[in-house]
């Protein structure tokens, strides 16, 4: 099985790499392939599995063999909680929402997980999910105080907090459907304080939003809405390259 770890590693040595993000709760699993494959057809590296609501173990599994089948990407589960895990995908996010004002988000719901990820062999990715400012559905359900997009030296805070903590990866999240995405200072100054990867997503639909996230230092962009809405192939093409800033 794919080292999930190291194949993002290598990717970001070449430069930015983008990070499709699709919801088993939003289309069925056959649908999730196609669009899988249209992501990768359009230059995406990888395929993020999750949301906020209504993923289940059954249709996470079903989406991550119809993504390895119909796009042949490695898959990251992108967990919503702890109640959904599948031997199916070939990694996790073991994340803790660090700015959560509840401990469930925090330590708790990880804590309950940890046993059955471990003997389901997943291959875990330690990461620490910081929500900026709208915060959207991901940032009520987690209960978060959201950083506000003005508030740099707090995202540095905890940024640096959580390389300092051993986690691997960085994630600035301002929410699914956000109607900005994380300010390009915010990315910038995050960037320059961690010597950990930094992946950087929410609110980001356009090749002008995704070239200033990349330009500002992020090492990995994720969209999602956006890739589940856009039917237009050169709309998505454009936003991927501009991710990437490569083909």
Known sequence: MMNVRQY??????????HMALLDPDKQRPEEAGRLA???????????????STGVTSDNLSATARAIREMSGLPSIHFPGG???????????????LVNSTDPLWIFKAQAYAAP???????????????????????????????IKR??????????????????????????????????????????KSISIPLIVGGGIRTPDAAKAA?????????????????????????????ARGRT
């Open 150 to 191: 003005t508030d740099i030296d707090k995202a540095v805070g905890y940024a640096v907090a959580c390389e300092l903590y051993g986690m691997s990866f960085i994630y600035l999240e301002a929410g699914s459907g956000a109607d900005k995405p994380v300010p390009p200072e915010m990315i910038s100054a995050v960037k």
């Open 8 to 17: 993002l590693l290598d990717r970001m040595k070449e430069g930015t790499i």
């Open 214 to 242: 990349r330009e500002a230092g992020a090492d990995a962009i994720v969209t999602g809405t956006f890739i589940e809405e856009c039917s237009d192939t050169g709309r998505l093409k454009d936003v991927v390259y501009a």
């Open 82 to 96: 702890p109640e959904e895990l599948s031997s199916e995908v070939d990694s996790i996010f073991f994340m803790s």
């Open 37 to 51: 494959a249209a992501a990768k057809r359009a230059g995406s590296d990888v395929i993020m599995i999750g949301g």
């Open 116 to 146: 059955y990820v471990k003997k389901l062999g997943i291959e875990t990715l330690s990461m620490g999910y910081i929500v900026i400012e709208p915060g959207m559905k991901v940032g009520e359900i987690g209960k978060a105080d959201p």
